[in-house]
């Protein structure tokens, strides 16, 4: 049994291996120290760093009025006066 455990922890290649294609840009991500599970767990890390990274440098901010422009908001009251809303009538 101890040389099946010696074969495996000897053998430490990356076994996890990922490419992140965001937009035109390309990114390898790997991780090769320690067992299979903390290789997952440093390979996911490295991901959100470089997530995070491509998010930040490409944020743009939206120029988006927060009120409507004012000639519109006038021609909607306009046509809420000269067009109120009918009441239904209801028989008993």
Do not use: C, W
């Not at 390309?26 to 440093?42: D, K, M």
């Not at 990274?53 to 409507?68: A, C, F, G, L, R």
């Amino acid at each position: 049994m101890e040389g099946q455990v010696d074969a495996v922890t000897a053998n430490l290649d990356p076994r996890v291996k990922a490419n992140l294609v965001l937009g035109v840009e390309s990114f390898a991500v790997s991780s090769n120290s320690g067992i299979l599970s903390e290789q997952l767990a440093a390979m996911k890390e490295k991901s959100m760093v470089i997530l995070k990274d491509y998010i930040t440098k490409h944020n743009v901010p939206n120029d988006v009025p927060d009120e409507s422009v004012e000639g519109e908001s006038d021609d909607e009251g306009d046509a809420l006066v000269k067009n109120p809303p009918k009441k239904s009538k209801k028989q008993k």
